[in-house]
Nanobody
């Protein structure tokens, strides 16, 4: 059983939008820093955005600042990534991660985002 399940990926044209979701189960969601990463073939996995357990603190990669928004709903145990003004370079497999900073570290299996005209 997977603790983290991503959804919402797909094919979108440049300039379009997608909203990714990461549903968390069997973990105390409030304990975890949540992050989105992405990876393309032949490249290292890249941190896209991170959000604190309360949701008050967020950080973004420079390449997505102003275009992507990370959020979480602690009542629904779900994290989101709103992706706007998508570019060809945003094409990747997107993964969510849950990290409680004391050894609990979980990854989802990923959802594919393809930006193409």
């Amino acid at each position: 059983q997977e603790h983290l399940v991503e959804s919402g990926g797909g094919l979108v044209q440049p300039g379009g939008s997608l909203r990714l979701s990461c549903a968390v189960s069997d973990l105390t969601f409030l304990f975890y820093w949540m992050s989105w990463y992405r990876q393309t073939p032949g490249k290292e996995r890249e941190l896209v955005a991170t959000i604190s357990p309360s949701g008050e603190s967020t950080r973004y990669a420079e390449s997505v600042k102003g275009r992507f928004t990370i959020s979480r709903d602690n009542d629904k145990d779900t994290m989101y990534l709103q992706m706007d003004s998508l570019k060809l370079d945003d094409t990747a497999m997107y993964y969510c991660r849950a990290d409680d900073k004391i050894g609990g570290d979980y990854w989802g299996l990923g959802t594919r985002v393809t930006v193409s005209s």
